[in-house]
């Protein structure tokens, strides 16, 4: 003997007509559990509190007759996978039809035959915990598909932030200015998303796409010489040409990782996308809305809405941050700055999203802000590195 016998399914039989229900109820109960309703309201409270196996809905009853029952369960969530088989003296052709309308997996006319019943209703319950298997199963697979998805989003986003990491160990920028621009290019990138210009391109994938690719914007400093890269002052002729090869040097380095690693298997989520959005940010963030910039001068629209992003929310937080040749500026100072570029640094609708999100722009400077420790640090790694240069 099982010491944990087989559950047995449980069959809700609802029918005003006792006779009907004991005969049903008699037929079954050697093999399921049973549970009877003398009225549709009766059925529909058995039914949602909690849900049978299979439901035997008479047709005919007064008060909510059983087609009324039967829309009401497939209208619920809770009741509507629940398989529903009529029993019905009509026999109709027509009312068959309209009964599997409804969503019934079935239909028997009285007098009930018991073996027909047992075995309609033994098939009806196999294929409706098959069914249930699946949809377990499909939600199962669904949770490690994205479980494993969010884990190699994780890795990714790791190995973005150590990558661009890289270059944060040669200048005096700092990690949370990753942080930071990254937050920038999203605010902006959600601010824009009904401009006539842009809503198309800034699709809820494209601004996690520009999200992730943000903090790649300097990478290319990793092969700009240390007496370049860390020179306090002004740049010789010589020296700022060198510095404009960084965006080149980034977006080469990132076109080589592409070939090299076959971006198909290593990016999750649009790997094409996200080469191509990070490699054109990384290439022409430097670029002005009126064609002074570089590395290549493009001018207005010719430059990439991601590259277009990243120029105000890397400005902005050059602004807002001390450098060892410099002191951070306030948000009004920096606000100022930014106006100032309409049109001839930045693209005009940038600037109006910048101003839009004056507050929010603050709170992530806040949030993110560089701790003393953070700054002594980089000040004093700064100083040593000229020194050694010099």
């Known amino acids: 003997m099982d010491i944990f016998p087989p559950v047995k399914s449980t069959i809700l039989i609802v029918d005003n007509e006792a006779i009907n229900l004991s005969l049903v109820a008699e037929i079954l109960c050697a093999r ?13 409270e058995l039914a949602r509190d909690e849900p049978p196996d299979l439901i035997l809905l008479a047709v005919l009853m007064p008060g909510l007759d059983g087609y009324a029952v039967c829309r009401a369960l497939k209208a619920d969530a809770l009741t509507q996978d629940v ?3 009529f029993l019905t003296r009509q026999t109709d052709a027509q009312d068959e039809e309209w009964c599997l309308q409804l969503g019934a997996v079935d239909y028997l006319t009285r007098p009930i035959r018991p073996g027909i019943l047992l075995s309609r209703v033994h098939a009806h319950l196999t294929a409706g915990m098959a069914s249930r298997t699946i949809r377990v199963s499909n939600e199962y697979l669904k949770f490690e598909v994205s479980k494993s998805a969010r884990q190699l ?18 200048d005096s920028d700092t990690a949370n200015h990753l942080r930071r621009t990254q937050n920038y290019v999203r605010l902006l990138a959600q601010q824009l998303r009904s401009h006539p210009g842009y809503a198309e391109y800034l699709s809820d994938d494209m601004v996690s796409i520009l ?7 300097d990478i290319g400093k990793v092969g700009i010489p240390d007496r370049v890269l860390l020179k306090p002052g002004r740049y010789t002729t010589e020296e700022y040409a060198l510095m404009q090869r960084h965006p080149t040097l980034g977006r080469d380095a990132l076109a080589r990782a592409q070939r090299v690693t076959g971006h198909e298997t290593l990016w999750f989520n649009g790997p094409s996308d996200f080469f ?15 064609g002074s910039g570089y590395p290549q001068g493009l001018k207005g629209k010719q ?6 992003l990243m120029a105000v929310a890397d400005v902005y937080d050059a602004l807002i941050s ?21 049109n001839s640094f930045f693209a005009p609708e940038l600037v109006d999203a910048f101003l839009a999100l004056g507050a929010e722009f603050q709170a992530v400077a806040h949030r993110y802000a560089d701790s003393a420790d953070e700054l002594a640090q980089k000040v004093d790694f700064a100083i040593s590195a000229i020194g050694a240069i010099a």
């Open 211 to 217: 999200y992730r690719c943000a903090p790649l914007h």
């Open 322 to 342: 001390p450098r060892v040749y410099k002191k951070a500026m306030t948000h009004a100072q920096a606000e100022k700055i930014i106006v100032e570029g309409r």
């Open 83 to 85: 398989p529903v088989i």
């Open 303 to 308: 430059i990439p809405i991601s590259a277009r």
């Open 276 to 290: 191509e959005v990070a490699k054109e940010l990384v290439y022409s963030h430097h670029e002005k809305w009126d």
């Open 153 to 170: 989003t994780a890795m990714q986003d790791i190995t973005i932030l150590a990558m661009a990491s890289l270059s944060e160990t040669r």
């Open 32 to 44: 399921y559990q049973v549970k009877i309703a003398m009225d549709g309201a009766k059925a529909l």
